[in-house]
């Protein structure tokens, strides 16, 4: 949980919610959906980012940054995180990424 809502500043690794949101629901059109994703797969994903199999400039570097064991902590979290996202969902998401938008840095 800690790097899905904080990050890690020290390492300069943004949160996860920084730009899928709080609950995971993402922002159409520019972050996936993660909210509830099997542990496995956001496992496998986040590795082929890491090893330039997948590719994605952003997710490429987090992904360069986080330990293993970062990496199943992050993926359990993730797929702990499936409830249904209703309109009000989307907007607060909305105005919550636009305010930390501000601070992403990568």
Known sequence: AKIFRGGSAERKVPACMSCHGPNGAGMPNEYPRIS??????VETELKAYRDGVRKNAKMEKVAKMLSA??????????QGTHRRHGAADGCQQTAHILMLRSCFII
Request: hydrophobic share 45%.
């Open 36 to 41: 509830g994703q099997h542990a496995g797969y």
């Open 69 to 78: 064991e970062e990496m199943k902590a992050v993926a359990n979290f993730i």
